[in-house]
């Protein structure tokens, strides 16, 4: 193999050695969320064969039963996880009690929390998807993990990422030492760093993404703001699937936007599940998020399935918005 390919377990062992004091729990981790995502990646590729192939009997794609394929992402990564000693507890947004660890296994020091497949309304229309994830220490004191090692602000995040299932799968990873991205390669299973330490262009390319079909249940100053951005000539990009609008704003550059609204107080999003992982991502990346007010990170949730309006993207525009938002109040 070429020396300029670095796979991502090298990578994932180079960042270990960082820290010396290091037991490699946490890097299991990361192996076993790369090897949930292959299994998911699969799938989702095979989504749109399900009515010409027959249904593996595990899940079937078609109307009613596009959730099973969000049970069948939460399942691998429960499978993947449950038995390796390393995690206390977990969470999924398809779930709702936090995912205790089988008494027959070991408990470790970490926590996981995660949307198994994000955006799979999509899934009849071959658009893409998702996976999202977010590691904890254990805080808690007793052997188990409690309510209270998942309840952590996101600042505490000891490691973030996705799993982008696009016209290819990539993952993107933060352990806080740069966000660095890599794309399958599926011939031989294995994710190649591709985009090391990514930065997010500020300003970056004029588009902002946002659903904008809401308009008239915004807050006068949400809607200055975008009425401003178009005076400006920005574009308007929304694929409805937030990590793929999430993935192109940290390329490009410009905003994501998941207002508060009137039919929406807290708008949609899931602070656990969905904005802390990508704000430590976006941040890690040079960028910025916000609820509107602060950053997201600072948030300090009270409930497993919280949600937030959700702010994401380049530090001018962020900064900015949240400026013309609060002027607004
Ligand atoms: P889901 O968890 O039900 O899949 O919903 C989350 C998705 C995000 O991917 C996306 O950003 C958002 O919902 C789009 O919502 P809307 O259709 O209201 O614009
Ligand atoms: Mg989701």
Redesign the pocket.
Known sequence: MASSVITLSRHIVEQERLYPEATGAFSDILYDIALAAKIISREVNRAGLVDIVGSAGRFNVHGEDVRKLDMFANDVIFDAMDHTGNLCVMAS?EIEAPIPIPDKFPCGNYVLLH?P?????NIEVNVTL?TIFSIHRKISKGERGTMEDLLQPGNRQLAAGYVVYGSSTMLVYTTGAGVHGFTLEPSIGEFLLSHKDMRIPDPGKKIYSV?EA?YKRWEPAQQQAVDQLKDEGYSLR?I????A?FHRTLLYGGIFM?PSDTKSPQG???LLY?ASPMAMVIEEAGGRSSDGRKSILDVEPEELHQRTPLYLGSKSLVDRTEAALAEGA
Not at 117 to 121: F, P, Q, T, Y
Not at 240 to 243: A, T
């Open positions: 947004e949307d497949l994000d955006g799979s309304s998702g659903n809401y929304y409805g699937s937030l990590v609008d998941y949609k999003l899931r969905e």
